[in-house]
């Protein structure tokens, strides 16, 4: 008579459903990866780039990580409103004067200042506008409405600022210099752009063609695809364009190397900043332009 044999042993099938041998997650290749110990952020960088090449991360993955070791070392004054471009409302306007300036600025914080710029009272939501839709302008008054202003210095540290942003659940700040006068203001997006990139919204213009912008004084974003055609019509100068059509070209040659961020070359009286380059090209720049005999003296 034929008996029937148990085993203990599970059947052979459930070694199907054990992970195969190059099944693993990119997640786990990516910690694989971190076996060398880095030992500067130079070296984690490296890693993350070769990870980035083995197709372990993909290239806007990539440009985040870079985004944010980027921010640790940055400080406010770099990605900073400049106080020529803020947008402030005065305590003693008047609805019917400030109202007009916040509907076309298309912002929703606002800085609210007394005598002067530097006198600053506090920070108006546009959302607690609101109840005038309701209520009309009778009783109203800017001072019982506004915020408290946080002041922080030109110093600080765009990841503390993050992390305070969140914690204090703020979105603005107001940036004071070493006098103690206001330089500009910072928002949490400002900062979360340095991260993951140009964050646009609806109320945002349509800029086509916009390769160059000036953000302040003497100070200009400019792309580098910009032409150099259209970067001298721009600034009535007279670059060269014999070896390169765009402006990278010709800071890519004026450095001899690609190179990272906030690496600063000159060409003629304009001092060139990288502002954005990946590991194949430089992307953005900052541009002042320098009287000739004060480039020279440098």
């Known amino acids: 008579m034929a008996t029937s044999m148990t085993t203990d042993e599970p059947p052979s099938s459930h070694s199907s459903s054990k992970p195969r041998s190059g099944e693993k997650n990119w997640l786990e290749k990516l910690f694989g990866a971190f076996s060398a110990e880095p030992k500067s952020r130079d070296e984690l960088l490296d890693i993350i780039k070769d990870a980035a090449d083995n197709k372990l991360v993909d290239a806007e993955a990539l440009s985040i990580i870079e985004g944010a070791l980027d921010v640790s070392s940055q400080q406010v004054r770099e990605v900073m409103i400049p106080r020529s471009q803020m947008v402030v409302v005065s305590l003693q306007d008047s609805p019917e004067e400030f109202l007009?300036?916040?509907?076309?600025?298309?912002?929703?914080?606002?800085?609210?200042?007394?005598?002067?710029?530097?006198?600053?009272?506090?920070?108006?939501?546009?959302?607690?506008?609101?109840?005038?839709?309701?209520?009309?302008?009778?009783?109203?008054?800017?001072?019982?409405?506004?915020?408290?202003?946080?002041?922080?210095?030109?110093?600080?540290?765009?990841?503390?600022?993050?992390?305070?942003?969140?914690?204090?659940?703020?979105?603005?700040?107001?940036?004071?210099?070493?006098?103690?006068?206001?330089?500009?203001?910072?928002?949490?997006?400002?900062?979360?752009?340095?991260?993951?990139?140009?964050?646009?919204?609806?109320?945002?213009?349509?800029?086509?063609?916009?390769?160059?912008?000036?953000?302040?004084?003497?100070?200009?974003?400019?792309?580098?695809?910009?032409?150099?055609?259209?970067?001298?019509?721009?600034?009535?100068?007279?670059?060269?364009?014999?070896?390169?059509?765009t402006v990278g070209g010709l800071v890519m040659q004026s450095f001899g190397h690609l190179p990272g961020r906030d690496e600063v070359t000159r060409l003629g009286e304009f001092r060139f900043r990288v502002l954005y380059a990946d590991n194949r090209q430089v992307h953005l720049l900052r541009v002042s332009r320098q009287k000739p005999q004060a480039a020279d003296a440098e």
Do not use: Q, W
């Not at 959302?127 to 002041?151: W, Y």
């Not at 990841?159 to 914690?167: Q, V």
């Not at 970067?231 to 007279?238: G, Q």
């Open 100 to 245: 007009p300036k916040i509907i076309e600025s298309g912002h929703s914080r606002f800085p609210v200042i007394g005598e002067s710029v530097d006198d600053i009272r506090g920070i108006l939501l546009a959302k607690d506008l609101l109840p005038l839709v309701l209520k009309g302008l009778e009783g109203f008054s800017l001072e019982e409405i506004i915020r408290p202003a946080n002041i922080i210095p030109e110093s600080k540290r765009l990841n503390i600022l993050l992390r305070e942003f969140r914690e204090n659940r703020y979105h603005m700040a107001v940036v004071i210099d070493e006098y103690g006068g206001v330089s500009g203001v910072v928002t949490i997006e400002d900062i979360l752009e340095e991260i993951v990139g140009e964050i646009e919204d609806e109320t945002d213009e349509e800029e086509e063609d916009s390769y160059i912008r000036k953000v302040g004084d003497n100070d200009y974003i400019v792309k580098a695809l910009t032409p150099i055609e259209d970067f001298n019509e721009y600034f009535e100068c007279e670059l060269s364009d014999e070896e390169f059509d």
